[in-house]
């Protein structure tokens, strides 16, 4: 019972802690190919994100794609969010090779952007097409869209060079559920359940 008064304030404000979880799972019947510029795949969250990590699949880091890879997440409207350079060492998290960025929040029911391009401009790659039986797994929270591309530089890969369900299996990202920041009234709350658990520590001592 010793926390039990802040334990129930942090539930009820939602403050929570959990691992980041990847976009991108897994895929099936990609088909080889390669872009010259920027290439990747749309995406809708359905709740709110914080973007944590910017990532490659790892069999990208091949002749002619050494790396380090560009990987940028843009919003629908062309403006770059965040962005990174992922080495052939970067942390591996099952097939993709993964660089920190800071936490990039992410908004339920909008389109963004994610592409990776290497730097010689042109980088090897394996496509989605469910026309041709291919498909993709991914995280509960994202939906996929389609695939993508900024031919010929890196940028928002804003030409669509697929249909819906299609993906260039390039650029992956890790994010977690996205808490809120706390309002006014909720810090007030929280700043008065410490203060109650303070005076409930002085009346044992007392005691």
Partial sequence: ?????????????????????????????????????????????????????????????????????????????????????????????????????????????????IGAYAPGGTILLGGIDPDAGGAVTMSPEIRIGMAVADVGAYGSPTTAIGGPGSAVVAPNFQYVDAVPEPSAGALLILGAA????????RTKRIQ
């Fill in 1 to 113: 019972m010793k926390h039990s008064c802040l334990l129930a304030v942090i539930i009820f404000l939602g403050i929570s802690i959990s691992p980041a979880t990847e976009a991108m799972l897994d895929d099936v019947n990609a088909i080889g190919g390669y872009v010259t510029g920027t290439a990747g795949w749309t995406f809708s969250p359905t709740a709110n994100i914080s973007v944590t990590d910017l990532g490659v699949f790892e069999y990208i880091f091949t002749t002619p794609n050494p790396g380090p890879i560009s990987v940028g997440l843009w919003s629908a409207n062309g403006t770059l969010l965040s962005s990174s350079l992922v080495a052939s060492d970067g942390v591996l998290l099952n097939a993709s090779r993964y660089e920190s960025i800071t936490p990039t929040f992410l908004s339920a029911g909008l389109t963004y952007y």
């Fill in 194 to 201: 410490l203060l109650v658990e303070n005076r409930m520590k």
